[in-house]
């Protein structure tokens, strides 16, 4: 493991605690390869019979980090790119997976929650999607599961203009289970977690099988994952990213339509 990802193994619930909160838990290189070897070990580990996801500070995680997808649209992406076997290894994980999610969840942190099986948010919990802010596309298989989960209309809204969507509109969408007061949170989570790896694993396991289809999961990962990198490396994405650096708005007005 790494500082940024802690891991815990207590009643069979392996807690993964995204831990970079002076960068809002950006997700670097490293932190999807570690968080992909707990999540593909514990499919197998007999011990783990429920993953918890969850996150210090006041924002479960901004998602990649820009600066890593900074470097990727100039060509210095790194040999391997962890986020897909991060990604594959949500979409076949066999043990139930919980999420407790404070603050925002951008990007990838909100399109994880596609393949958690149990999402508890903080009230304060903000759920943001801004891949055509940034001149990309969803990934996460989130272009199949959100309009699946929420309808085309408001899918295509959560990705094409980005704006937050609150806990309770998260809730009531179907997105996730349940909000609790942030001081909750972490209790609620590990409550929740603890209870599902009380039920026999078996069970479970070829329930979550029979729930979801992990082949085609991992077909329109493959799909998103070529026309992302196709996007990084776009004028559009290179003027959005420096704008963040920059801390401006970006200006697309000057870029022909594509
Ligand atoms: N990648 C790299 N660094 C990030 C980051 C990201 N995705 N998100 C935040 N940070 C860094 C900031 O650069 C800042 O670093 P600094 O203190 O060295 O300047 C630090 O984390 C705190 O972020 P800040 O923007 O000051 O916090 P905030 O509370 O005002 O805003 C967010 C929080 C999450 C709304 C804002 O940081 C943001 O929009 N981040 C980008 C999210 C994003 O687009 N992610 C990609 C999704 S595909």
Same mark, same amino acid.
């Given at each position: 493991?790494?500082?940024?990802?802690?891991?815990?193994?207590?009643?069979g619930?392996?807690t993964?605690?995204?831990?970079?909160?002076?960068?809002?838990?950006?997700?670097?290189?490293?932190?999807?390869?570690?968080l992909?070897?707990?999540?593909e070990?514990?499919?197998?580990?007999?011990?783990?019979?429920?993953?918890?996801?969850?996150?210090?500070?006041d924002?479960?995680?901004?998602?990649?980090?820009?600066?890593?997808?900074?470097a990727?649209a100039?060509?210095n992406?790194?040999?391997?790119?962890?986020?897909?076997r991060?990604?594959?290894?949500?979409?076949?994980?066999?043990?139930?997976?919980?999420a407790?999610?404070?603050?925002?969840?951008?990007g990838?942190?909100?399109?994880m929650?596609?393949h958690?099986d149990?999402?508890? @948010?903080?009230?304060?919990?903000? *759920?943001?999607?801004?891949?055509?802010? #940034?001149a990309?596309v969803?990934e =996460?298989? !989130? %272009?199949?599961?959100?309009?699946l989960?929420?309808g085309?209309?408001?899918a295509?809204?959560?990705?094409s203009?980005?704006?937050?969507?609150?806990?309770?509109?998260?809730?009531?969408?179907?997105i996730?289970?349940?909000?609790?007061?942030?001081?909750?949170l972490?209790?609620?989570?590990?409550?929740?977690?603890?209870?599902?790896?009380t039920?026999?694993?078996?069970? @479970?396991?070829?329930?979550?099988? *029979?729930?979801r289809?992990?082949?085609? #999961?991992?077909?329109?990962?493959? =799909?998103? !994952? %070529?026309?992302?990198?196709?996007?990084?490396?776009?004028?559009?994405?290179?003027?959005?990213f420096?704008?963040f650096?920059?801390?401006?708005?970006?200006?697309?007005?000057?870029?022909?339509?594509?």
């Amino acid at each position: 493991m790494i500082p940024e990802i802690q891991a815990g193994l207590e009643r069979g619930v392996l807690t993964l605690t995204i831990s970079r909160a002076d960068k809002k838990n950006a997700l670097t290189n490293d932190m999807y390869g570690a968080l992909a070897d707990a999540i593909e070990n514990a499919s197998t580990d007999a011990s783990v019979r429920v993953v918890l996801i969850q996150a210090d500070g006041d924002s479960f995680t901004a998602g990649n980090d820009i600066g890593e997808f900074a470097a990727q649209a100039t060509g210095n992406a790194p040999k391997e790119r962890h986020v897909v076997r991060f990604l594959h290894s949500l979409a076949n994980a066999t043990v139930p997976i919980v999420a407790a999610v404070q603050g925002k969840a951008v990007g990838v942190g909100t399109t994880m929650l596609l393949h958690c099986d149990y999402v508890v @948010l903080a009230d304060d919990a903000q *759920l943001i999607t801004p891949f055509v802010n #940034l001149a990309l596309v969803p990934e =996460a298989a !989130s %272009s199949y599961l959100l309009p699946l989960r929420i309808g085309h209309a408001r899918a295509f809204e959560m990705f094409s203009l980005g704006d937050p969507l609150p806990a309770d509109t998260a809730v009531a969408w179907g997105i996730a289970n349940r909000t609790v007061p942030g001081d909750q949170l972490r209790a609620e989570g590990r409550r929740i977690a603890e209870k599902i790896a009380t039920k026999p694993s078996g069970s @479970l396991t070829a329930m979550k099988r *029979l729930m979801r289809e992990a082949e085609k #999961l991992v077909a329109q990962m493959d =799909a998103e !994952s %070529s026309t992302f990198v196709e996007r990084l490396r776009s004028a559009e994405a290179k003027e959005a990213f420096a704008a963040f650096v920059q801390k401006r708005q970006p200006d697309f007005s000057r870029i022909a339509k594509q």
